[in-house]
């Protein structure tokens, strides 16, 4: 007899999701909440899919990183997101710049590969700008970071 979930084969069980996939659909509902959840709200909002423990798992692993704050909430606590969408992804992506020593490389190679849309944006961004309005430029003003060798 075969047991239905064996193990971790990629395409051996076509209804198991990566915890990557897992963890953007708890921060989904969580941003479209109109306060905090706990892990029981969480699972209802994502249908009941998912078992209790497995949510409370993925919402602990995401105040580990950092991604969700937690405030106790009876037993147990009640998450936010510290983020939305892209702050959490330029976490993300400052994250993966931290790991390297030769930054100037990894940061000449991410622009090479920016469509010019994006990389006139990107320009905008560093000289001040929003790409549309200074106003809107959500970093303090200033002019934002300054990446290394970057045209001022």
Same mark, same amino acid.
């Given at each position: 007899?075969?047991?239905? !979930? ?27 909440? =109109? ?28 105040? !580990? ?50 469509? =010019?849309? =994006? ?7 560093? !000289?001040?700008?929003?790409? !549309? ?20």
């Amino acid at each position: 007899m075969a047991e239905p !979930d064996a193990g971790p084969n990629p395409g051996a069980s076509a209804g198991r999701r990566s915890s990557g996939e897992l963890e953007a659909s708890v921060l989904a509902a969580l941003w479209a909440a =109109d306060g905090p959840l706990t892990p029981a709200d969480v699972q209802r909002t994502l249908g009941g899919a998912l078992a209790r423990t497995t949510v409370t798992t993925i919402l602990t692993r995401l105040h !580990d990183k950092g991604a969700v704050a937690r405030a106790r909430a009876g037993r147990g606590y009640a998450y936010t997101p510290t983020q939305d969408s892209p702050g959490l992804t330029a976490r993300r992506m400052r994250s993966e710049l931290e790991k390297e020593e030769d930054r100037e490389t990894v940061l000449a190679r991410f622009v090479s590969e920016l469509s =010019d849309d =994006d990389e006139r944006l990107l320009r905008s961004l560093l !000289d001040g700008g929003d790409g !549309d309005s200074e106003s809107d430029a959500g970093n303090g003003g200033a002019g934002g970071p300054r990446l290394p060798g970057a045209a001022g």
